[in-house]
């Protein structure tokens, strides 16, 4: 057998070598198109070269023909295409090549040939990259950026299911009193309910930090990074009276992280090193990290927080304006934090003395973030994937119940853009609060405080409440748009990437220009008249002659795409000269199916769409794509233009080949990204674009769609 690092197998002795065995993992953040693209091109240019591929995606359907040991242990290399964490553990001892995905769409020749003299990749070292990866073809995220995005993509649903819980728990089993606040009875249903949702707010720091080390030191790091989570919000560890929160779990990840990953550069023995990574590296990080933690980190966080409450005792007697707005900044900063808990506890501490107008300005501040946060994905959705967007939904729900913790996952992600929203419109908040002598009996936040009666001047709490909110949602968007205009204006230069939001499907083609370009020119050379001629997929005959022939038979035998393109939803040519013409010209053959509500909805959800982003994948295609109610099932429609249409592509091409593809809300999930998925890799085959091209009515065209499943 060959070594794992050694030169390509020539066989046992006979004449004929053996075959160059090479794996491959494509991925990209959210999944979609460039995932199958990229894992089509390379799958088509190991064919050409001779060469066995097999190829994993980790797209947003799940992981799909997933490498296992054997296949691990035949192969020669192993190129991974991805602009998001993929686990390099499984290939230590083999050739290992990483790049951005964009690299696999464009120049998988390249990768192909730059394997095979990869550096081995060892356990406790990262794999090359080949120079050239990027972001989808752009500048390539940082590893602090990545492992950022992996803590906060496993804290949501730890967020989300503990928020709502506790939410729910509130709404239906609480009740307010004067000492307690809003209060559940003990030994009550909710308040098992309460207590499972209590759980899941508490692992939601150690999950953030925990999978922030693991991304940046694999394994070994999971543990340290968890710990020290746990550690930065349990305040009762080093003499708080409020853990460090997620801003705490920020820190300890990344310090975990990079110990781990300064470990394992140590050299041990031989013997020691299979131990290392399960037994000695977490264990001594752990120490390390907890006690750091514990005996120099943990003791300022405490200090600060007595301080900051001596401060506020001091203002007790000063304007109720500036008293305001500096709780609500406290209360919007750290969301369940020191800072945030200072400023609660000291409001919550006065309502025993009589004073109840401090509480109700920070009660007021309190919903502000999630409320803030959730009406910002409403009102500038593109600027949001489609997680983020469902997150959105369940914070605005946390902020009714006054569960600021809702708002952690968009201030994780991006806190130099949300964090100082949130401190904005918490600000105003209190500010407003403080100025109308809105008082709150209880030591509890949000409008439902005031709908259980414990909160005085209601109709000023919920003003301030709404003006807090508008600003962190408008403040938010605006930043948030600045920061992308931002990005984008850095990236899009020669050989750059259309940014990728949530079902984008957009690629960038490298070339030089020309009114032949490069694409052009490399389709005329893959599928010239001989070398590419169209096939029947029944017959094996030319499509050019023989497509009509045998229609037929394969349109009435087969469900193109589950049922969704049908004959009634194809047109041979369509007349339009521009996107929007051909989106609403397609609009109207969905609607033929009698599936298509409100025409003109469907039209404006789409139109929406291409603003986020060209849907023109380039090599003349375009698939826009629209999720709404105007659909009461999923449909597709496809069309071709003679012409060409002007789509934006980055290659400069026109689309002539375009599908339309519409679904309700409530299959916005997985039937949405696996047509997607489906027609994004099937369109990379030239032939299959060739016999698409060449078929001579609609019947012919779904015998060549029927090809897709």
């Not at 091109?41 to 066995?52: H, N, T």
């Not at 099937?682 to 090809?707: G, W, Y």
Request: proline share 6%; net charge negative; glycine share 12%.
């Amino acid at each position: 057998m060959t070594s794992p690092a050694g030169p390509p197998p020539t066989g046992d002795g006979g004449d004929e070598p053996q075959r160059l065995k090479l794996l491959a993992v494509t991925a990209c953040p959210t999944g979609i198109a460039h995932t199958y693209m990229a894992a089509e091109k390379l799958s088509q240019a190991a064919e050409r070269l001779g060469i066995d591929m097999k190829v994993e995606t980790q797209g947003s359907i799940g992981a799909e023909n997933v490498l296992d040991d054997n296949d691990v242990r035949a192969a020669d290399g192993i190129i991974v295409a991805a602009d998001k964490d993929v686990d390099l553990g499984r290939f230590a001892g083999k050739r290992v090549i990483t790049v951005g995905v964009a690299e696999g769409i464009h120049h998988p020749e390249r990768l192909i040939e730059q394997v095979r003299s990869a550096p081995v990749h060892t356990a406790d070292g990262p794999a090359p990259t080949s120079g050239k990866g990027g972001s989808g073809g752009g500048k390539e995220r940082s590893l602090p950026y990545k492992a950022l995005m992996n803590g906060v993509s496993y804290m949501i649903p730890f967020v989300v299911v503990g928020g709502l819980l506790i939410a729910i728990s509130l709404s239906l089993g609480g009740h307010t009193d004067p000492s307690g606040g809003l209060v559940i009875p003990k030994d009550s249903f909710w308040m098992d309910v309460n207590n499972i949702g209590v759980i899941g707010f508490t692992l939601m720091v150690p999950i953030l930090s925990g999978y922030i080390a693991y991304a940046i030191g694999d394994r070994p790091a999971l543990v340290p990074g968890m710990i020290g989570g746990w550690i930065a919000n349990t305040g009762a560890l080093y003499d708080s009276k409020s853990g460090a929160g997620f801003i705490g779990a920020i820190v300890t990840g990344f310090l975990a992280g990079y110990l781990v990953l300064w470990i394992k550069k140590v050299k041990v023995p031989k013997f020691a090193q299979p131990i290392m990574p399960i037994i000695v590296i977490p264990i001594v990080a752990t120490t390390a990290l907890g006690l750091f933690f514990i005996y120099v980190i943990g003791k300022p966080i405490s200090w600060v927080f007595e301080h900051l409450t001596s401060w506020l005792s001091g203002m007790t007697g000063t304007s109720a304006v500036l008293l305001g707005a500096i709780l609500g900044l406290m209360i919007a900063f750290d969301m369940g934090g020191p800072v945030n808990k200072t400023a609660f506890l000291f409001g919550s501490g006065l309502i025993a003395t009589g004073n109840q107008t401090v509480m109700g300005m920070c009660a007021a501040a309190i919903p502000v973030m999630p409320l803030g946060q959730g009406v910002a994905t409403l009102i500038r959705r593109r600027l949001y994937t489609e997680q983020e967007r469902e997150t959105g939904l369940a914070s605005l729900f946390m902020g009714c119940f006054g569960i600021s913790e809702g708002a952690i996952p968009f201030a994780a992600a991006r806190p130099a853009q949300v964090i100082p929203a949130n401190m904005l419109g918490g600000a105003v908040a209190g500010a407003v609060a403080g100025l109308a002598g809105v008082s709150d009996a209880v030591p509890h936040g949000g409008p439902i405080v005031a709908v259980l009666g414990a909160v005085g001047g209601v109709p000023m709490f919920f003003v301030a409440v709404a003006i807090g909110t508008a600003v962190t949602a408008l403040t938010t968007v605006t930043l948030v748009d600045v920061s992308e205009r931002r990005r984008r204006g850095e990236v899009l230069i020669p050989s750059a990437r259309t940014p990728e939001p949530a079902l984008a499907a957009a690629v960038a083609v490298p070339g030089t220009g020309g009114a032949t370009g490069p694409v052009r020119a490399g389709l005329a050379k893959e599928s010239g008249p001989t070398a590419g001629a169209p096939v029947s997929p029944v017959s094996g005959e030319s499509a050019a002659a023989g497509v009509g022939s045998t229609a037929t038979a394969v349109a009435d035998e087969a469900e193109v795409l589950s049922g969704y393109v049908t004959e009634e939803t194809v047109k041979v040519r369509l007349a339009a000269e521009d996107k929007e013409s051909a989106i609403r010209e397609m609009a109207g053959l969905l609607a033929a199916t009698g599936k298509v509500r409100d025409v003109e909805e469907l039209v404006r959800t789409a139109l929406r769409r291409e603003e986020q982003g060209t849907t023109g994948l380039g090599e003349e295609i375009a698939i826009p794509h629209a999720k709404t109610d105007a659909v009461s099932a999923p449909v597709v429609a496809f069309a071709r233009s003679d012409a060409g249409i002007e789509w934006g592509s980055l290659d400069g091409t026109r689309a002539r080949l375009v599908f339309m593809i519409a679904v309700p809300e409530a299959a916005a999930g997985d039937e949405h990204l696996r047509i997607l998925a489906l027609l994004s890799r099937k369109l990379m085959d030239p032939a299959f674009r060739e016999r698409l091209t060449a078929a001579a009515d609609a019947r012919a065209i779904l015998a060549v769609l029927s090809e897709i499943e």
